[in-house]
């Protein structure tokens, strides 16, 4: 069974770090890729960055492109999302999700085409 844990959400204030991470295990799939994805009280799931297993590529939305860095330990089986220079409006539950295939093209915006997800972990930004 995949299972996708996120960790590191928190209250910060306005212009501060978090780094959020997304253990994964039981999988066996050689190529996929993780998608961050985000949701505000009151909004739709948004995507905000992604990343390939096998090329390493990385996209991101223009909402978090130059604040937010996905990277991955592969030995750790562990994708995290460092976001800096945080503003109020990034607070939400911010969840991690996997889709399984090869991927050149990185956006991958689309959270029907996810096929695992995680529980979400709380991001609080404080004016």
């Known amino acids: 069974e995949v299972q996708l844990v996120e960790s590191g959400g928190g209250l910060v204030q306005a212009g501060g770090s978090l780094r959020l991470s997304c253990a994964a295990s039981?999988?066996?799939?050689?190529?996929?890729?993780i998608g961050w994805f985000r949701q505000a009280p009151g909004k739709e799931r948004e995507g905000v960055a992604y990343i390939s297993s096998s090329t390493s590529r990385t996209g991101y939305e223009d909402s978090v492109k130059g604040r937010f860095t996905v990277s991955s330990d592969n030995a750790k089986n562990t994708v995290y999302l460092q976001m800096n220079s945080l503003k109020p409006e990034d607070t939400a539950v911010y969840y991690c999700?996997?889709?399984?295939?090869?991927?050149?093209?990185?956006?991958?915006?689309?959270?029907?085409?996810?096929?695992?997800w995680g529980k979400g972990t709380l991001v609080t930004v404080s004016s």
């Open positions: 999700a996997l889709r399984t295939g090869w991927y050149w093209s990185i956006i991958l915006a689309d959270a029907g085409e996810y096929e695992y």
């Open positions: 039981g999988y066996t799939f050689d190529d996929y890729a």
